[in-house]
């Protein structure tokens, strides 16, 4: 295996990192969940706690690491396309939405078309009973995904760091590791502190209750992005690559189940989170280091990284909007059938997407 951080790599990460999202809205109760107490998941070994909340719990809620995760894997690739002289900005954005319009096109008319009077069994079984214009063009723009599927946050957020981060990448030129991680520490500082000193007043009032505000200044991982930025320019994750590679087996698995147990209690017991900007980078190297210990595990990794972009944008119909196939994924009632059920229902439609897009794309 390379000893430099390379794209393999960056997919074994996205594909833990999908994993951790569908963990995260599966396994973490909210509004999104049934309301029916028949489609309420059941935990296998509910008599393991930690700290009082179920593990299925912990874990659910730990999931949520999927944002700093892919928001430094961002800033990270968007710092090597800027060193090799490949950043354009204008490019980076027509991909998104590209991929973003891609399932966009397919799964709204279908959710209008065939799930617009379904049977309410959580908050969003109604979001298509109604068409508006309106709706449907800030939806397919990604100014407000809220009323369409609110998962798509987080391509507003990618937007928004791509134009920040280009901005950092030409002013911030010095090599001045000391320089850039003041810098970051400002970022962090503005976004999760300075900030909400002031939009909590009354003046700006609109502004907190914005779809911008509440996406990307109450997201704390999204400022990983900058970090990714960091740590590219200076080749941190190459370092920290061979530092696990020249471990042993037996030493790199247990340094990821003590660093995940260590990351596990920072976060969802001590609001660590605000510190995800610094800590991510660490908890993507002993991932790593654990994911390659075997070549399958490292496969099977860098296939769901393969397919986490269309998982990302798919899986919440499955498990939140679309209610026939709520239903089915909260049927068994088992929080483990009920996450192998939303990974098959999301692979097999990327799959699906991409085999269609590749037909029509060979046609042209």
Partial sequence: METTFNKDDTKV??????????????????????FLEEYKLIKPFEGLTLNGPTWFLVLGRFGKICVPLFAFLAGYGLYKQYAAGRLSLAKKIKKLYFEYWKV????????????RNQEEINYFSGSY????????????????????????WFVMGFIICCVLGC???????????????AVIFLINFFVFRAVPMFIYTEPF??????????MFFK??????????????????????????????????????????????????????EYWDFLTTPFYITICLGFCSI???????????????????LTHSFYCFYFTPFVKLIYGSRNALIALAITLALS????FLLKGFYKVIGNRK
């Fill in 13 to 34: 990460i996205k594909g833990l990192a999908i994993l951790f999202m569908l963990m995260h809205h599966l396994w973490n109760p909210s509004d999104r969940t049934p």
């Fill in 104 to 115: 966009f096109i397919i799964f709204i008319p279908i959710a209008f078309l065939f799930f």
């Fill in 129 to 152: 009973r109604t068409f508006h214009i309106n709706e449907c063009i800030v939806n397919f723009l990604a100014i407000d995904t809220e009323k369409y599927n609110g998962e798509w």
């Fill in 167 to 181: 901005f950092y990448v030409h002013v911030i030129k010095t090599k001045n590791k000391y320089i850039d991680f």
């Fill in 205 to 214: 009032k609109n502004i907190r209750e914005g779809f911008v505000y509440n």
């Fill in 219 to 272: 997201q704390t991982g999204i400022t990983a992005f900058f970090t990714g930025i960091v740590w590219a320019k200076y080749e941190l994750l190459d370092r920290g690559k061979q530092s696990v590679q020249s471990m042993h087996p037996l030493v790199r698995i247990f340094t990821f189940l003590l660093g995940s147990l260590c990351f596990i209690c920072l976060r969802t017991f001590n609001g660590f």
């Fill in 294 to 312: 075997t070549t399958l595990i490292y496969r099977v990794f860098r296939f769901l990284g393969d397919h986490s972009e269309n998982i990302w």
């Fill in 347 to 350: 692979l097999a439609t990327s």
